[in-house]
Structures are given as structure tokens and as C-alpha cells.
């Protein structure tokens, strides 16, 4: 079922089965997204393994508005660029989706001009953009963000810029704006994820001269033009976490396969000092319950550290664990808002001034109670479906709009591997 003919935003989680059996990793959300913002700067273009989110469909929608003519079916975006218009990326766009700011850097680069609307915070912080524009504006740009709206003009970035933070999207967007450079730009201090790599793959492959000084450092020298490519997407590192920790919470066993192990090396670790067993193959993770879950300190970072998308995650887990947990929050300024509903469901969550929170077991010994619970970003709404399947009695969660942002197919998969998963 396509993800723009889900419409059920309520699902019921009724009983406490172990999930068991085999999964594959949708196309990584998180790549595919700044690669199609990063699509102005082709010709023409082929991207397989592009999953089925609604996020992933405004992005396409961007894309046509600005005059790209093609596809999105089946995974595949093949989309003709050539008669790209430079129109404003109104907050309209931004405001459903932060990812469409990223549409300045290419279309600062393709055009010498980028206009979007500022995009508002969101429930997991603020998100500023002060780290975007702060490196147009060192490279040479003029910005102006007055009156809701950005717009950076520059005839050709150059120079150095080093980011006073690793922000994964202002990498991305830097890199797009410095594609086509008079000279060459060096910054420093990026983002490592495993998407800022593929976005550099991607681009020279397309024909960009894009080069790692050292592993915080990209030089770009400016090419004259991109040329059409065809480009497989990564698989999808947080989505396969989410299913493994299905697997270890429900005490049952779930391989994921069509990922990549290498990508998850912090969220493994955590998972085996929890007390699940993990095997790694080449493009396979398995994660199995196999006793009681010890409680654990885990600190959120930037790459390669643990992931503030595995959090909610986690979170789970530590409400299951034995002894208590100690939970921070490092890179977002408020991602806590699933540990209400979990309190709500019995677990006993205390969250501490510095975004810590210490997580316990229910004193209830049949652990958490089913309820009625909300959701209020889509990591949020995966996690809180996993609550759902380790609590005593039925689970309604709500706003599921969240969950189709990110996750493709998620209650299907999860119903094939045991669960008893209903759309209301
Ligand atoms: C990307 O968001 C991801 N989104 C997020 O995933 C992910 O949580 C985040 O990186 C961190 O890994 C996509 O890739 C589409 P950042 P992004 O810029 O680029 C601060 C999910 O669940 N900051 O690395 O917006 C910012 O406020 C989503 O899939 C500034 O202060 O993240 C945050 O505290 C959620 N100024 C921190 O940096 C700026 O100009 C990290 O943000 C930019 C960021």
C-alpha cells in the first residue's frame, strides 16, 4: 500500500508476542532526502531504493514545482532536470519539511541564488539554521533572512569555512552551494555520517571533484557541470535499529538483512551491554533476547557516537531493563517527549535539568500497562509502537502521520514477524 493511501492514523497493539523471523532495511530516509535536494545541480537522474515515506514525496513535489519533469514509483525517482526554473521554496514547503531547506545550497550553486521559507522548529528542538548561513556567508554569499523568509545570492562560493558544530544538514548544504565554484572551497569540521558520504559519492559520481583532506575536512574544486547519473540508495541504518530493538524488547529474535552493520557499530554495542546476543554478517544483523536486560548510561552525539534517532529506541528497552538506566539527550534540545507517554504506560522515567533522564522498570510486576498513547515525531511513533507490543493488555497509538514520514511499511513488517498490529 503506497504510503500517500495510508491514511489510518490510529493503530491498536494488542497482546505481548516475541517477534521472530527475517526483515529488510528500507532505502535509508536520511539519505535519500539530501540527495534529492541535491538534485538541481543534474541534468538528469536515476535513484533506486528510495522508500515510500510522505517525506520522500514532498521532497519529489519540490522538485516538480521547480519545473523537474519524471517519477517516483516502484522506489525509483528518474526525474529530467534540465528545465529547472530558480523559484522560492515557500515555508509552505519548509514548514512541512525541514529536509526542503536543503534546497538552497544546490540551487545557490546552480543559479547563484537560493530562496527558502524559514522552516519552524519542530517538536524535537529548534533548529536553527544560523551554522547554514553562517558558511554561504564566510564563502562569500549574502544572506538575507529577514521577514520569515532566507534568501542567499553569491556569484561562485570560495574559501574556507570550518562548522563550529557538525551539522549534518549544513554539510549537506555547503557541499550543493560549492559544487560549481569558481575555485575551490575547503571545510572543515563536517558532519561524518554515513549520508554525508554518500552525498559525496553521489555528486562525483555525477562528474563533482569533491576530496577528503582528512576524515572532518572536504575540499571541493568547482566543475562546469554535473552530468545524468544513475545511484542506488544506502539502506536505511535507524530503520534496521528500530526492528532489532522490536526484536530484543518482545524477547524474541529479528534479522535484518540488506544493511549495513558498519553503520551501527555504537547502537550494537549498546544493545550487547544490555544483554542481547548480536551476530553481524556482511549485509546482516541479527539481535536476540536471551535473559533478563541490565540498565545502561547512554549519551547521544554526532556520528560516529550513538545516534539521537536511536534514542526513543533505546528508551524502550531501559523501561524493560532490571536495573535503571541513565538516558542523555546531547544533540537535540528536546527529544524526551515519548518518555510521558511511557510513564503513562508505568514506567518510572525521572529527567533531570541537563537532558538526562533515569529510566526504570514499572514497580508493576507485570511491567508497563497497554494504553492510550500519542506520538509526536516518527521515532517517536516507532518507539511507541514497540511499547505498545511489551505492555500488559491494549495499546492504542495515535498520530501515526509521524511513523509514515520515515518508516515504510513499519506495522506490516512487524506484523510478519508476530505481532498483532490492527489499524483503526
Ligand atoms: C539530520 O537532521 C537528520 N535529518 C536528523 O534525523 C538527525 O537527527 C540529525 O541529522 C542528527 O543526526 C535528515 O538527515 C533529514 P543537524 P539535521 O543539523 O541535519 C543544531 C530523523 O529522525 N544546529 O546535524 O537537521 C541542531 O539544532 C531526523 O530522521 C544548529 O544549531 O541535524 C541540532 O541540535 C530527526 N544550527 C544539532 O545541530 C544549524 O545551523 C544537529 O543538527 C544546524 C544545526
Not at 503506497?2 to 491498536?12: A, F, G, H
Not at 539521537?308 to 528508551?315: G, K, N, Y
Not at 522515567?349 to 508493576?364: G, H, M, P
Amino acid at each position: 500500500m503506497s504510503v500517500l493511501t495510508k491514511t489510518k492514523e490510529t493503530v491498536i497493539i494488542s497482546g505481548q508476542t516475541p517477534l521472530f523471523g527475517t526483515v529488510t532495511t528500507q532505502g535509508s530516509k536520511n539519505s535519500a532526502l539530501p540527495l534529492l535536494a541535491a538534485l538541481p545541480l543534474l541534468p538528469e537522474v536515476e535513484l533506486t531504493n528510495v522508500p515510500d515515506l510522505t517525506d520522500i514525496h514532498v521532497m519529489v513535489d519540490v522538485l516538480k514545482y521547480l519545473g523537474a519533469t519524471g517519477t517516483f514509483s516502484e522506489g525509483v525517482v528518474k526525474l529530467d532536470l534540465r528545465n529547472l526554473m530558480n523559484r522560492p521554496i515557500s515555508a509552505d514547503f519548509t514548514d512541512q519539511l525541514r529536509a526542503s531547506s536543503l534546497f538552497m545550497g544546490s540551487l545557490l550553486g546552480k543559479f547563484g541564488e537560493g530562496r527558502v521559507g524559514m522552516p519552524g522548529g519542530c517538536v524535537i528542538g529548534s533548529r536553527p539554521l544560523d551554522i547554514h548561513l553562517n558558511g554561504f556567508e564566510s564563502l562569500g554569499a549574502e544572506v538575507d533572512s529577514t521577514g520569515g523568509n532566507i534568501s542567499v545570492i553569491s556569484n561562485g562560493l570560495e574559501g574556507h569555512f570550518t562548522l563550529p558544530l557538525p551539522s549534518v544538514g549544513a554539510t549537506q548544504n555547503l557541499i550543493c552551494a560549492s559544487v560549481f565554484s569558481p575555485g575551490e572551497v575547503k571545510l572543515h569540521n563536517i558532519a561524518i555520517e554515513p549520508e554525508i558520504f554518500e552525498l559525496v559519492e553521489f555528486l562525483n559520481g555525477a562528474g563533482a571533484n569533491i576530496t577528503f583532506e582528512n576524515p572532518k575536512t572536504l575540499t571541493i574544486r568547482g566543475v562546469k557541470r554535473l552530468n545524468p547519473v544513475q545511484f542506488n540508495v544506502q539502506p536505511d541504518r535507524i530503520e534496521a535499529f528500530t526492528l532489532l530493538v522490536a526484536g530484543v524488547a518482545t524477547k524474541g529474535s529479528v534479522k535484518v538483512t540488506h544493511c549495513r552493520p558498519e553503520h551501527l557499530t555504537a547502537p550494537l554495542q549498546a544493545l550487547e551491554a544490555m544483554g542481547a546476543k548480536v551476530e553481524v554478517g556482511e549485509n546482516w544483523v541479527e539481535a536476540s533476547y536471551v535473559g533478563p536486560l541490565k540498565g545502561i548510561e547512554v549519551e547521544t552525539g554526532f556520528y560516529p557516537a550513538f545516534p539521537t534517532d536511536c534514542q526513543q529506541q533505546i528508551s524502550i528497552l531501559m523501561a524493560l531493563a532490571e536495573t535503571p538506566s541513565i538516558l542523555s539527550e546531547k544533540v537535540f534540545n528536546s527529544r524526551f517527549r515519548h518518555l510521558d507517554e511511557l510513564r503513562n504506560m508505568g514506567a518510572q522515567v525521572k529527567i533531570t535539568n541537563d537532558n538526562s533522564a533515569i529510566i526504570q522498570r514499572s514497580k508493576n510486576e507485570k511491567g508497563m500497562i497497554g494504553c492510550t498513547v500519542d506520538s509526536y515525531d516518527l521515532r517517536g511513533a516507532a518507539s511507541m509502537i514497540i511499547a505498545g507490543m511489551v505492555s500488559e493488555g491494549v495499546t492504542t497509538v495515535k498520530t501515526l502521520r509521524y511513523l509514515y514520514r520515515g518508516y515504510e511499511e513499519f506495522i506490516e513488517k512487524l506484523n510478519r514477524l508476530g505481532a498483532e498490529i490492527s489499524y483503526r
